[in-house]
């Protein structure tokens, strides 16, 4: 069982920006591909940004690409999701997952789910 806690949500300004953190814990937790997806209101999940344990490969989604960066601090088992430039549509429910199939993850197939931190960017 992998239990995975975000963190860093917030309420902030077009342009601004803000940095997401989710805690992994787990026996097997170092393991996992680690990603972040997102919720805005009335629309479906969608695939933000997945990055796999040696930090070696990352994969984007067209809509942030160039404005987010996520890493890993595998001392800590914690995934950042630094996010820039933000815009009123960047606005959702920011979820954190992990899965050991990277290109699954990039595609949603997440083994494990946080419970999801607000992000929301005013105009």
């Known amino acids: 069982q992998v239990q995975l806690v975000e963190s860093g949500g917030g309420l902030v300004q077009a342009g601004g920006s803000l940095r997401l953190s989710c805690a992994a814990s787990g026996r097997t937790s170092s393991r996992f591909a680690m990603g972040w997806f997102r919720q805005a209101p009335g629309m479906e999940r969608e695939f933000v940004a997945a990055i796999n344990r040696s930090g070696s490969s990352t994969y984007y989604s067209e809509a942030v690409k160039g404005r987010f960066t996520i890493s890993v601090d595998n001392a800590k088992n914690t995934v950042y999701l630094q996010m820039n430039s933000l815009k009123p549509e960047d606005t959702a429910v920011y979820y954190c997952?992990?899965?050991?199939?990277?290109?699954?993850?990039?595609?949603?197939?997440?083994?494990?789910w946080g419970q999801g931190t607000q992000v929301t960017v005013s105009s």
């Open positions: 997952a992990a899965a050991l199939d990277f290109w699954g993850l990039a595609k949603g197939r997440g083994n494990y």
